[in-house]
């Protein structure tokens, strides 16, 4: 027998969540701590201009409810505002934020696979995989949930900057550098980076004035 396994193949370690009865998994790259809320307490959820956030450990922490952005059971009654939710605390790049779930499941070993090209536009979406029992769930783009929280995954990093420019104090930030066809170093903010992958230039393609890559 002969099994051809195609280079794309990818194995990540995912959390899946659980929000209106569709579960969903999340690179376990992003996630980096799990919070349980309560209606009165230190990790309770507040509104601050018409936008809700959480206190964590002396910082509000934007927050964004998967429900929601997915628009899931819409015209319900969400359960955020009613019952103890989950918040998986997910950090891109600099920029941190939280995502409000129903349930949180075990992590587990997922293969990836490219979404439907029906559905590579929304930016919520990074691929889907099949579970064991063989249900096939979405895979969360950490990237794609930023922007939906913040016009900027950098806003904060802005709106502190614009505050008092004679209280801007030097800050370390992480780039990823590389070099061009021109042999010089290049560098780009390590939070606009969603992922390295290696590629054959004989496979890309021209669309108008662009080349692409499948």
């Known amino acids: 027998f002969k099994i051809k396994i195609p280079l794309t193949l990818a194995i990540v370690s995912a959390l899946v969540v659980a929000s209106s009865s569709e579960r969903f998994a999340?690179?376990?790259?992003?996630?980096?701590?799990?919070?349980?809320?309560t209606t009165d307490g230190p990790n309770r959820i507040e509104t601050v201009q018409g936008t809700r956030v959480m206190r964590l450990r002396d910082r509000l922490l934007p927050l964004v409810s998967l429900r929601d952005l997915l628009r899931l059971d819409e015209g319900?009654?969400?359960?955020?505002?009613?019952?103890?939710?989950f918040v998986v605390v997910m950090q891109v790049g600099t920029y941190s934020f939280g995502l409000l779930v129903d349930k949180v499941f075990d992590t587990e070993e997922i293969v990836v696979k490219p979404v439907?090209?029906?559905?590579?536009?929304?930016?919520?979406?990074?691929?889907?995989?099949?579970?064991?029992?063989?249900?096939?769930?979405?895979?969360?783009?950490?990237?794609?949930?930023?922007?939906?929280?913040s016009a900027s995954p950098h806003a904060e990093a802005a709106s502190l900057a614009e505050t008092g420019r004679g209280s801007?104090?030097?800050?370390?930030v992480s780039m990823l550098v590389f070099e061009a066809r021109d042999k010089g170093p290049k560098a780009v903010p390590l939070s606009l980076v969603a992922r390295?992958?290696?590629?054959?230039?004989?496979?890309?393609e021209r669309a108008g004035s662009r080349t692409?890559?499948?």
Do not use: W, Y
């Open 212 to 214: 692409v890559l499948q």
């Open 168 to 172: 801007r104090r030097n800050e370390a």
């Open 116 to 149: 439907s090209r029906c559905m590579r536009h929304i930016s919520c979406f990074s691929g889907t995989t099949i579970l064991g029992d063989g249900r096939v769930i979405m895979i969360l783009d950490p990237n794609g949930l930023a922007s939906a929280v």
């Open 196 to 204: 390295l992958e290696e590629a054959d230039l004989g496979t890309t």
């Open 26 to 37: 999340i690179p376990q790259l992003s996630v980096l701590e799990l919070v349980k809320t």
């Open 76 to 85: 319900k009654e969400t359960p955020e505002t009613t019952a103890e939710t």
